[in-house]
């Protein structure tokens, strides 16, 4: 799934610059709305407004616009397309919410038919006769990947399932993510890379690594998608990095799993992160919603990832304590 997006552009004070298309059409004919409407899905457009809908400002977007405006007009509507600066409203962290939103649907599509396919591996279907649909899914995969301007969460919790679905039709079950890791003494002395904006899986990932494999490690944020990691860096919970999602498992699990430690408090742990992270109950968590709602109070209250971090970290150190204290329960099951 590589990443080959040409960059945005941004104002000369800084902020994003995006396309506009504003656009009209006739009543009929009745199918003119949802070819339009189509077209839009296609180019990764989401929309502001009814009648306007929104690109990342760069030379393919604005030939995809140009594309769908001159469809616009042959139906019979009217359209413009202007290149624009967000003032007031809506802000540009509003506006990629927005996006990450829309393709983290697509994202948890794709994934139930990822899961869907392993279901029917499961049932007896041979991997010859799973590996046509399997291409058709990573062709999907990667158009959509293409779209996703601003490295939505759910990337990473696709592209584990996808791995662990490809580990199993071709038969291996070897474990696929510890490689990097080696015995714990390699991994002191690195920066550790991941995506800005951290929020439960890295914020958690995060305090594990400083707790348990390196008290003085740094930590690099760095824009979702594009990135070309330095000599010495380790990534995790990011595209292609070291430690990420694999299969049904968060970050946080699988670094875990990767240095070995089975301290019943971090699993734990790892059980609620992933019960937050992944939205699947899987592990019915009792302490889950309440820490869901810290880490989102803290997200909203700290921008700084820095902040996020030292927050984080003295939630998680509470929260190990308390789970050193008393047994383990779980919440209703789904």
Request: with cysteine; net charge neutral.
């Amino acid at each position: 799934m590589n990443d080959q997006r040409p960059s945005r552009k941004r104002s000369h004070a800084g902020a994003d610059l995006w396309l506009l298309l504003i656009h009209q059409l006739p009543t009929r004919p009745a199918y003119a709305r949802v070819k339009v409407w189509r077209r839009l899905q296609a180019v990764g457009a989401v929309a502001v407004k009814s009648t306007v809908y929104v690109l990342p400002a760069t030379e393919e977007t604005r030939e995809d616009f140009v594309w769908i405006l001159r469809e616009i007009v042959e139906l019979g509507g009217e359209a413009l397309v202007c290149e624009a600066q967000l003032v007031d409203g809506l802000s540009d962290a509003d506006v990629r919410a927005i996006f990450n939103a829309a393709r983290d649907a697509d994202y948890a599509a794709l994934a139930q038919e990822a899961r869907d396919l392993g279901g029917l591996l499961d049932l007896g279907q041979t991997p010859a006769e799973l590996n046509g649909r399997m291409a058709k899914l990573n062709a999907k995969v990667e158009k959509l990947v293409a779209l996703d301007f601003f490295g939505a969460h759910g990337r990473e919790s696709l592209g584990g399932i996808v791995s662990a679905l490809q580990t199993k039709l071709r038969g291996d079950t070897r474990m696929e993510a510890s490689a990097a890791a080696g015995d714990r003494g390699n991994l002191k002395g690195r920066i550790w890379v991941t995506r800005q904006d951290i929020h439960v899986d890295r914020i958690a990932s995060a305090w594990l690594i400083r707790r348990v494999i390196d008290p003085e490690a740094q930590f690099r944020f760095v824009a979702a998608t594009g990135y070309e990691p330095k000599p010495g860096e380790l990534r995790f919970d990011m595209f292609e990095a070291e430690f990420t999602h694999q299969g049904d498992r968060c970050t946080f699990e699988v670094l875990l799993d990767a240095i070995g430690h089975s301290d019943p408090a971090m699993a734990a742990i790892a059980e609620i992160v992933h019960d937050i992270d992944l939205k699947d109950n899987k592990f019915g968590r009792e302490e889950a919603p309440g820490v869901r709602l810290l880490i989102t109070g803290l997200a909203r209250n700290h921008k700084s990832d820095e902040h996020r971090l030292v927050r984080g970290a003295a939630l998680f150190d509470d929260l190990y304590q308390s789970l050193r204290k008393k047994p383990r329960k779980r919440g209703p099951a789904p």
